[in-house]
């Protein structure tokens, strides 16, 4: 699918977005001071002391109405970037699949809204340059298998049918960052795919595309949010709890305006973002892929980082301090968290040996609420 175009010399235009929040919107404090802190290592102290705090608050708000995941692409990714150098595999390229949650979450006001984050348009996202580039280096056949999964997967669009919801449904689109995002057609034009849903963005990562940095280029499609008009983008300035049981969480470092969603479900809390791509990322001591416990080791590193940037490389291990200290263990396999790779390391034919010691594969919790549920405030005796 060919992307939406701005004529060529024409002036970038980036949303400046809405400045107000919602009412049922709730600013979270409890971070604040913990991020201020000047030395990065009394920084990650205090981090780790605040998300307990966060935490808690998390627990006490309730849970989410609703949680599904679904995979949007599978994909090829360089085994240096996802692994952080600490595989022993001679592999170039493991495999990775992208997921969409769907978070459905009450207010205070009764009133349920749907919230899509991480809803990739596979398509669009292949032409980031960072894509372009790998498949122009690779033979046609190579890139063939490589990428065969990309494109051969179900669309948003079709995931919202299978639970009975329409692209109408959506309250809110987020992602936990704008890597190889295009939001043209989801939020732009006049026939956007989600007619009523506003952006949340944190603001460092909504003012990257203000002037890509060099080190920016291959990961950002320039013009992903060209065009796309202020009302339809909430741009935020720190942590928000959107409801009962859902956060939107700064965990900055993999890029400057890196935030994670942090939900209480049925089987616990979770966070959801890319800063580690595997729950061997969490705790790689206990990592069956080759090498990884042996670095954990030597290194004494608590975390393997997503390394594709490295903005802020000590920012992003004390962000994923955060999230460990924020979710539950991994009821089946206690040595993991419940970490959820937005895009998770996948086992695949085409990487042997770089499979995931263990897979979380989706959340589910809770019941959907279909359309006409979303329009009325939940009964009394059935809210969270």
Not at 85 to 107: C, D, E, K, Y
Not at 137 to 153: D, M, P
Request: charged share 20%.
């Amino acid at each position: 699918m060919p992307l939406m175009g701005r004529p060529k010399g024409a002036p970038m235009s980036v949303p400046t977005g809405i400045a107000t929040l919602p009412s049922h919107v709730v600013p979270l404090s409890e971070m604040d001071a913990a991020w201020r802190e000047r030395s990065a290592g009394e920084r990650l102290a205090a981090v780790r002391g605040a998300g307990a705090r966060l935490r808690e608050r998390v627990l006490e708000s309730g849970r989410a109405v609703c949680v599904r995941t679904f995979d949007l692409a599978v994909l090829p990714y360089p085994t240096r970037f996802g692994l952080g150098g600490a595989a022993s595999s001679p592999l170039g390229f493991l495999m990775m699949t992208n997921r969409m949650n769907v978070v459905q979450i009450a207010g205070e006001d009764g009133q349920v809204r749907t919230l899509l984050f991480n809803p990739t348009d596979a398509e669009r996202s292949a032409e980031a340059p960072y894509f372009r580039a790998l498949r122009r280096g690779l033979s046609g056949r190579i890139a063939e298998k490589l990428f065969r999964g990309v494109l051969r997967r179900p669309k948003v669009g079709e995931h919202l049918a299978a639970i009975g919801l329409s692209p109408v449904d959506v309250d809110y689109v987020a992602f936990d960052h704008l890597h190889v995002q295009d939001l043209r057609a989801m939020l732009g034009g006049e026939q956007p795919l989600f007619p009523r849903a506003k952006l949340l963005v944190w603001r460092p990562e909504l003012d990257i595309f203000r002037g890509l940095h060099p080190l920016q280029r291959p990961w950002y499609i320039p013009e992903g949010v060209d065009g796309i008009p202020d009302e339809r983008v909430i741009v935020c300035e720190g942590d928000l709890l959107l409801g009962r049981g859902v956060a939107l969480v700064r965990t900055p470092g993999h890029t400057v305006g890196n935030w994670s969603l942090v939900v209480n479900t049925d089987s616990g809390i979770w966070a959801v973002s890319e800063n580690g791509i595997a729950c061997d990322a969490y705790a790689p001591a206990a990592s069956a892929i080759g090498g990884v416990a042996r670095w954990a080791r030597k290194s004494d590193l608590e975390f393997v980082l997503n390394s594709n940037t490295l903005e802020l490389r000590h920012e992003q291990y004390t962000s994923m301090a955060l999230e460990k200290t924020l979710v539950d263990r991994c009821a089946k396999n206690p040595d993991f968290f419940q970490h959820f790779a937005s895009s998770e390391l996948t086992p695949s034919a085409l990487a042997p040996g770089l499979a995931p010691t263990y897979r979380h594969g989706g959340i589910a919790s809770g019941q959907v609420r279909v359309p006409r549920a979303l329009r009325e405030p939940l009964p009394l005796h059935e809210r969270p």
